[in-house]
């Protein structure tokens, strides 16, 4: 059974930073790519960031790139989202979510964690 538990999240203060981790379990985790989402308070799904299976290769939305780093161990089978000069508008559910394919450039999810809150206020 494929798992994906999300940790880390909390409440930070704007210009904070916090650590996300997922932890995955029930597949070959290094051999697929991974993703963060997240979804804020009224709002659909926004897609944040990505890696390569090997890490070779990260992305990025415009609204989090210079402040948010995606990595992952695979030897521990964890990924992890580093977000730093946080803001408001960061407040969000986040998801990790194991990329199946990416089909046009767009990736394909079959699984999806629970979600970790985050939130950003003062």
């Known amino acids: 059974q494929v798992q994906l538990v999300e940790s880390g999240g909390g409440l930070a203060q704007p210009g904070g930073s916090l650590r996300l981790s997922c932890a995955a379990s029930?597949?070959?985790?290094?051999?697929?790519?991974m993703s963060w989402a997240r979804q804020a308070p009224g709002k659909g799904l926004e897609w944040v960031s990505g890696?390569?299976?090997?890490?070779?290769?990260?992305y990025y939305a415009d609204s989090v790139k210079g402040r948010f780093t995606i990595s992952r161990d695979n030897a521990k089978n964890t990924l992890y989202l580093q977000m730093n000069s946080l803001k408001p508008e960061d407040t969000a559910l986040y998801y990790c979510?194991?990329?199946?394919?990416?089909?046009?450039?767009?990736?394909?999810?079959?699984?999806w964690g629970q979600g970790t809150q985050v939130t950003v206020s003062s």
């Open positions: 029930g597949f070959t985790f290094s051999s697929y790519a």
């Open positions: 979510a194991k990329v199946n394919r990416v089909r046009v450039g767009v990736p394909e999810y079959d699984y």
């Open positions: 890696i390569y299976s090997d890490g070779s290769d990260t």
